[in-house]
């Protein structure tokens, strides 16, 4: 299989019982489980930040720079392949207290959340993808970079995101915010809500690159009505 895989930001917002959340209100609803795919250690990439300052001269909070994710980015996908047909093996869901999402998918520390178990989608657009929605949920204790990439495993076809890049970056500041003064952003979470388009319901794994490993998650992908 051609491993290639693409990727950006896309920011959404809604409300949950008057409590204003920035994320996908039809992600927070219950999972699913089933089960883990082991990560995988790499080399440790030491993340670098570039310095930022707004118009007078604060300086903001720092962004990784671009020699950095050339690194991650540089990793091999190495994602399994399924016979067509074959029994996908979905990770485990879990809820997490505070997080103000509904479950996220993989031992993390960065997850995707789905709402409903799996990757809902809607009718294929001019250029013959599906849509979905995927929130990656990151936890309080990690606040470095990630690097998102994905395939499908149970035929051909890659995952790409809203704007046809190859790779989605999850940086130190999304400035997507969630939850309330008792949880979500205020604890450290950190959420960023993405677009994904695939060439049709199936199997699709996603690998996950930080600094200090790699992370393989699997995901379905169904019929938003299934």
């Known amino acids: 299989m051609c491993f290639r895989a693409a990727g950006s930001l896309l920011a959404l917002s809604g409300s949950l019982g008057g409590v204003t959340r920035v994320v996908f209100a ?17 080399k440790t990439v030491v993340p670098r930040q570039a310095t930022r300052t707004d118009q007078v001269g604060n300086v903001l909070s720092p962004v990784t720079d671009a020699a950095t994710w050339t690194e991650l980015e540089a990793r091999p996908l190495r994602l399994p392949s399924l016979a067509p047909g074959g029994s996908c093996p979905v990770s485990l869901s879990a809820t997490f207290p505070g997080s103000a999402v509904g479950a996220g998918a993989g031992d993390g520390p960065v997850y995707p959340v789905t709402g409903a178990g799996w990757i809902g989608l809607g009718p294929a657009g001019a250029e013959g993808l599906r849509p979905g929605k995927i929130l990656w949920l990151a936890r309080p204790d990690y606040a470095g970079p990630a690097v998102i990439r994905g395939v499908r495993l149970d035929g051909p076809g890659d995952v790409r995101f809203a704007t046809g890049e190859s790779v ?35 199997c699709y794994g996603f690998q996950i690159d930080l600094p200090d490993r790699t992370i393989s998650i699997t995901l379905v992908a169904r019929d938003q009505s299934s």
């Open 26 to 42: 039809a992600l927070i609803l219950a999972a699913c489980t089933s089960t883990i795919v082991p990560g995988t250690v790499w």
């Open 168 to 202: 989605l970056h999850f940086d130190l500041d999304t400035h997507t915010r969630a939850g309330d003064a008792t949880e979500g952003s205020v604890l450290g979470w950190r959420y960023l809500p993405s677009a994904v388009y695939v060439p049709a319901a199936g």
